[in-house]
């Protein structure tokens, strides 16, 4: 995470010396026109935070459906609190509206899965599918997407 603030010191013209996880030393970008927007994406809890608080869009992924509307206004209200405003979120949610977009998940979760708190490792794929996907016909994924997923769409993001 050290990384982000010196990239950000050399995106705004600063000639950088740190140490920490990597060195840097007398480091400087003079051709940068300045500070650019940072987007972090995360799929766990401290990275979460670090990138509401740090990042100006921020791209959630792997996590539950339920959670999610509570997450967003968890990482709001710290971005909100750490900078003065929150970050832009963009949720990479994983939607499914055919069987072959339903197997496709399976595997998805299967490598997915690793990464997964210990409690959600001992899931099984119809579990997993049921309680990070958004599935139905096209409508109602498209419906419970609130129109991330365009109607036309043959396949999904996140899939």
Do not use: K
Not at 94 to 109: D, S
Not at 128 to 137: C, E, F, K, M, P
């Amino acid at each position: 995470m050290e990384c982000v603030d010196v990239v950000d010191r050399l995106l705004r013209g600063q000639v950088v010396e740190h140490a920490g996880e990597f060195a840097v030393r007398g480091a400087a970008l003079p051709w940068s026109p300045g500070a650019l927007p940072i987007a972090i994406a995360s799929r766990g809890p401290r990275g979460e935070m670090f990138a509401a608080e740090r990042a100006d869009w921020m791209l959630l992924a792997g996590r539950a459906l339920a959670g999610v509307p509570a997450l967003v206004d968890r990482l709001r209200a710290t971005g909100l609190a750490a900078r003065g405003r929150p970050p832009a979120i963009a949720w990479n949610a994983n939607a499914a509206w055919t069987p072959a977009m339903i197997e496709e998940l399976r595997g998805h979760f299967a490598y997915m899965s690793v990464d997964m708190p210990p409690a959600e490792r001992t899931l099984t794929p119809d579990e997993l599918i049921a309680r990070y996907a958004v599935t139905g016909d096209r409508a109602e994924v498209c419906g419970a997407s609130g129109g991330a997923v365009p109607a036309g769409a043959t396949r999904a993001a996140g899939v």
